[in-house]
């Protein structure tokens, strides 16, 4: 079946099956910035926004996201440097597989909670895991992009 998405300001239309889910959708279209992980909607590493809110791309089947707009690290290319800026800064860099999911779901969060509490930070990012970090350089690196904002 045909599906038409917007994908980082572009329309575009794909052909899937109605078992596809997004991440293999996007993937297909050499949107490699979306990484596999668990596939259970466990890890994070997959994130895009839809519609401006953080959501699993490897559990949404494609066809549940016909009609809506999907953003990716892509569309997010001034933000997202200027978090891997901070990331630097403080040690919080590492292999990086993780960094393009935490940084489109931190931009949701910033568009739904002003001025979060370092407790809301913490709970908000819960479902963005990292292999490589104790998640403390991250958050402070995550602090400083927030108030860069102010
Ligand atoms: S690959 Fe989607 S949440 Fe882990
Ligand atoms: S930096 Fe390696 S998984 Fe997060």
Redesign the pocket.
Known sequence: MRINIEVNGNLKTYDVAPDDYLLDTLRADNIFSIKRGCETSSCGVCTVLMDGKAVQSCTILSVKAEGHKITTIEGHQKEAKKLSEHFGHQGA???????SALALTVHAMKDEIKEPTNEDIKEYLVGNL????GYEAQHRAIKLCLEDDE
């Open positions: 860099d590492q292999c990086g597989y993780c960094n990292c292999r490589c970090t």
